[in-house]
């Protein structure tokens, strides 16, 4: 009988499962931890108060404190280059390009993207409080949850002539158009700040990423609002581990029961062999006819053992029990009923 083998879908379902449940537990898991930090963090109002707090500290450094504050640039601040009137500390701009790709699988036009170029500029910037207190914010670019403020968009559609079209066919590549972004972080904005606060020695307020590893996160929106949204990604990435945790136990299951059930066949074939060999041992003293080793009693299958067998419920006696053994399917290989057991041909 063959050995037991997982298939390729079953084998892909549960790779996939317990693949995608392992990440959406560790996303879990991280996020989990950035709420509990949350959580724990003290919050603080950026004020003359701060610093006499941070002296206090040991270290004069806070590994995980929020602080919220309004942006203010360091020195010159960067200017829209398309509105001039625009100021900011963070400025990014984009090109992505909008097209039709041909899928040659499933045989239609899909609309596809790609980054044509991109940039990203800042300078250094503090987020100021009620009073002239402000904290230097260090490595913006590192921090999660900072969504800056659209400025412009202006999509450029391209125009094609004939010999553009026919090329394009020919690629399986049409160009719709370019679409260009900038996005700024703009000066008055309100940001809150979560990170390691610390004071230097000559008395700058400093909001750094944490030496811990923990999550920096700078946000244009306030503390509740950041913690709801954190907390919402933790239910969300929470649900996905279960889902696709059940859906693998589920494809265990199926190739546990798939196991069992070819087990199971395996120890009625064995146990019908046994009884097999039982009743011709004992057929054994009885005179065997000369009859058993003719052509015409030779197996239909194998054509080299004589037929020993008889199917039933059909009652053909057509094959050897060894190739009884070795059919892929329980069924006579003369009318193709299903066969329900088998007895020993005795010739006497």
Known sequence: MDRFSLSFTEALCLGTSL??????????????????????????????????????????????????GVVKPAGEPLRSQFHKDIVGVLHKLEVREHRLVWRGYSNIWSDD?????????????????????????????????????????KFHQVSHGFVDLVGQYLSGVKPKGQLEIEEMLKV???VTGVGELMLDTDGTLNLRPPSDGAQYILSMADYDTLRNECKAATTVWKDMTIIFALAGAAALCWVGLRYYQHQKLRWERDKERREFERQRSEARRFPVQDGENNQENICVICLSQPRNCILLNCGHVCCCYTCYQALPQRRCPICRQGIVRVQPLFLV
């Open 188 to 190: 008055g904005t309100t």
């Open 113 to 153: 993207e790609r980054v044509l170029h991109k940039q990203v500029s800042m300078v250094p910037f503090l987020l100021r409080g009620l009073d002239e207190t402000a904290v230097r914010v260090h490595c913006p670019l590192q921090a999660s949850g900072l969504n800056m403020e659209m400025t412009y968009e």
């Open 19 to 68: 693949a995608i449940s392992g990440l959406c537990y560790y996303l879990y898991r991280k996020n989990k931890k950035t709420v509990d930090k949350l959580d724990n963090a003290p919050h603080f109002n950026i004020d003359g108060k701060l610093k006499d707090i941070l002296e206090v500290t040991p270290g004069a450094c806070l590994q995980y404190a929020v602080v919220e």
